[in-house]
């Protein structure tokens, strides 16, 4: 199973169209709560028009947001993803829809920091390859 992510910070909507068509994407999961954006083109509306234009299939999945209050109150990073992992904890059924979804087509994960080990991303996944075993991660 090979899982992407991908973080639009220093991105362009072009940018980020361009590196999903190279890797051959063919869905893009939004794992962020609320997919609004102060960049033009990656709220929830623009940018499903320009993935569907590039035939990029996109889905926002709420429940793998990391909760408002985590990332507002959180003084580290690695408290932030502490507290992103007992939140995942209520929301089993995420993990298996990402799942089931990468073993059916490549998709991607989708959020905002550009590091993907600064990112609830990595938890996901991190999570995803305990139950469900061996995982290719492609950081594009």
């Known amino acids: 199973m090979v899982i992407a992510g991908i973080g639009y910070q220093g991105r362009s909507v ?3 169209v361009q590196a999903l068509r190279t890797a051959k994407i063919a869905a893009v ?3 962020r709560e609320v ?5 033009p083109g990656f709220s929830k509306g623009k940018l499903g028009a320009s993935l569907a234009q ?12 990391n909760p408002r209050e985590n990332r507002r109150t959180a003084r ?3 408290e932030c ?3 992103y992992r007992q939140h995942l904890a209520k929301e089993p059924a995420v993990l298996k829809e990402i799942a089931e979804a990468a073993q059916k087509e490549r998709i991607v994960l989708l959020c905002f920091e550009a590091a993907w080990e600064d990112c609830h991303r990595s938890i ?3 999570q995803i390859a305990s139950l469900y075993g061996e995982i290719e991660v492609v950081a594009l």
């Open 14 to 16: 072009d940018d980020l």
């Open 29 to 31: 999961i939004d794992v």
């Open 35 to 39: 997919p609004w954006s102060r960049k």
């Open 54 to 65: 590039a035939g990029i299939r996109y889905i926002h999945l709420r429940a793998a947001g």
């Open 76 to 78: 580290s990073t690695e």
């Open 81 to 83: 993803l502490s507290r």
């Open 124 to 126: 996901l996944i991190e």
